[in-house]
């Protein structure tokens, strides 16, 4: 480790990898300059920098209707997804029962079911059941996405709860709700936490199932965004997609704070 | 120290079984997602007609044909750039200390969790006529050195690949930093110079990761919808693509069905064999 002669292949190694970060940075280092142009063409570099995009966004009103069903349709699910993923995470890591790994990997497989798999599957389901088209619709769908990764992100944090502190307290006569309360949920926080914004930021950006399933009302911000890039690559876009890669830069940053803190 | 409480793994009084907080979430996962899956298989046989007049189709139009040699070629091609790319970063990263490995990671982690359309505008800006690289391009050559990177295949491989660097160098990283660091010390000590290291120890035992990431590059672009709608042009169709047109334009639920079957089978197939490989780290998105 100490000493650091550099060869061709670290030099080599170095400079691949650098270009790597350099085409994953590309993306948000072209949007960012672009969201501050002043035109209604889009031209990169922009020739001269004005908050006109973010005004344009902020003043059209089927653009704020789309921001406000996702951040309502993202607030659901995360409340929905954090019910049911932290306590089936807390079930997986403390019990034993029967074909528990079938039952694990079975909820975590939407993560690997194609999107599009699935938004066909509700667009059909939910179609018969009427439920398509609602906001109730969009929870329901963004929690089956949202819930392998609040599962995950619990049962890694469950990991480095003692479970010592939850004998314990068992042996001094709490009941386990009582445990659950005032030991486990307490040292687990920072992962329910973390839990939250990752559900809440999946279902922010989830496009292909709310494609499928928004109705006319109920059409998300990515929907919206697809259509936009889709039909007419509307200079707004870039205004979006930076206050959209804002986001996601703080979700990240909060995140691996609230990792440090473990 | 306490190990005389080793032996009860399962917290607490064993009458109430947490096996209970499994539940809401199985009930959930069962209504949600298991019988709309099953809805997508039900529809696929015509309902119940039962028959297979829809997957027949799938063998006989010649479409369908090209689609999926469209799919495979292009998830196998931007599975190949994305190894390529991620194990340069991830190799980067294990080297690392802890401090700045953290510190770079963000550049990894802030594209993994960016809106997918945030992307894909971002390289029709980048790429398109009068994009950003045109320009570069024009400046330097002039004008007739102007070349079409939007709609066709190279835009769909390079937003692609950046979708699925992240996935990968979180795979690939994680076998990285696996490695006992005392082999790489015993070879140097004996006088193996870097590029031996590399090719005899590091390489080697990291396949699994790059396997691994290969498998699960394989799984999410094969069912790619939005970067092929957007980035492709018409010869770019893939699967997924074609299940929209079905639901959209040709109103045609059972072909659409008969697509989504097919997908649900090739995909399970690929992760089958992730599981294989990395049975307790089937989900490589968490690091």
Redesign the interface.
């Known amino acids: 480790m100490a000493r650091r002669k550099r060869s061709p292949l670290s030099i080599a190694a170095c400079a691949a990898a650098w270009s790597g970060y350099v085409f994953l940075a590309l993306p948000s280092v072209i949007i960012i300059p672009m969201s501050f142009g002043n035109s209604d063409e889009l031209i990169f570099p922009p020739r001269s920098f004005s908050l006109y995009l973010y005004e344009k966004y902020l003043l059209e009103s089927n653009w704020m209707a789309a921001t406000a069903e996702s951040l309502e349709v993202a607030l659901g699910t995360a409340a929905l997804s954090l019910l049911l993923g932290v306590s089936a995470a807390y079930g997986l890591s403390r019990a034993e029962f029967l074909a528990k790994r079938l039952i694990t990997m079975f909820l975590l497989s939407p993560a690997f079911v194609p999107a599009i798999v699935l938004a066909l599957g509700l667009y059909l389901y939910l179609g018969a059941g009427h439920v398509s088209g609602t906001t109730v619709g969009l929870i329901i769908s963004h929690t089956v996405v949202a819930v392998p990764f609040v599962i995950v992100t619990s049962m890694a944090g469950l990991r480095h709860v003692d479970q010592r502190l939850e004998i314990a307290a068992a042996v001094m006569g709490a009941r386990r709700f009582l445990i659950i309360r005032r030991i486990t949920l307490p040292l687990l926080a920072p992962s329910v936490l973390a839990a939250t914004l990752f559900a809440f930021l999946i279902s922010f950006d989830e496009v292909v199932i709310s494609y499928f399933i928004a109705g006319v009302r109920t059409q998300t911000l990515p929907v919206k965004m697809y259509s936009a890039i889709h039909w007419e690559i509307s200079p707004v876009l870039a205004a979006v997609s930076t206050l959209l890669t804002l986001l996601s830069l703080g979700i990240c940053l909060a995140v691996a704070l609230l990792r440090r803190g473990r | 120290m306490?190990y005389h409480?080793k032996g009860?793994?399962?917290?607490?009084?064993r009458r109430?079984?947490?096996?209970?907080?499994?539940?809401?979430?199985?009930l959930?996962?069962a209504g949600?997602?298991?019988?709309?899956?099953l809805?997508?298989l039900y529809?696929s046989v015509g309902g119940n007609a039962l028959t297979l007049a829809h997957y027949a189709e799938l063998v006989s139009r010649p479409l369908y044909a090209i689609v999926l040699w469209n799919t495979l070629q292009i998830s196998a091609f931007s599975t190949l750039a994305t190894v390529l790319?991620?194990y340069?970063?991830a190799?980067?990263?294990a080297r690392q200390p802890p401090r700045r490995r953290?510190l770079?990671l963000?550049?990894?982690?802030?594209?993994f969790?960016?809106?997918?359309?945030?992307?894909?505008?971002?390289?029709?800006?980048?790429l398109?006529q009068?994009?950003?690289l045109n320009?570069i391009v024009t400046a330097l050559f002039g004008d007739g050195a102007r070349i079409k990177l939007l709609f066709n295949r190279p835009a769909v491989l390079i937003g692609m690949t950046?979708y699925l660097?992240?996935f990968a160098v979180f795979s690939i990283l994680a076998s990285l930093l696996a490695q006992d660091p005392d082999l790489r010390r015993a070879a140097e000590i004996m006088g193996a110079?870097?590029?031996r290291i590399?090719l005899a120890i590091t390489l080697p035992l990291s396949m699994p990761g790059v396997l691994a990431s290969a498998l699960l590059s394989m799984?999410l672009s094969?069912?790619m919808?939005?970067t092929p709608?957007?980035l492709g042009g018409r010869a770019d169709l893939m699967?997924?693509n074609l299940?929209?047109f079905h639901?959209r334009e040709t109103l045609d639920?059972g072909a659409?069905?008969a697509l989504?079957a097919c997908?649900?089978v090739v995909?399970g197939i690929f992760?089958v064999l992730l599981?294989r490989i990395r049975p307790g780290q089937?989900?490589g998105?968490?690091i």
Request: aromatic residues 12%; without cysteine.
């Open positions: 306490a409480l009860s793994t399962t917290t607490p009084r109430d079984n947490p096996v209970v907080f499994v539940v809401p979430a199985a959930f996962m949600a997602f298991l019988l709309p899956l809805m997508v529809t790319v991620a340069p970063i190799y980067h990263l953290a770079l963000i550049l990894v982690l802030l594209p969790w960016t809106s997918i359309l945030v992307k894909s505008f971002a390289f029709t800006v980048l398109g009068d994009g950003a320009q950046h660097v992240p110079g870097r590029w590399f799984i094969m069912g919808f939005v709608a957007l699967i997924s299940v929209d639901v639920w659409a069905s989504a997908l649900i995909t992760a599981s089937l989900l998105r968490e």
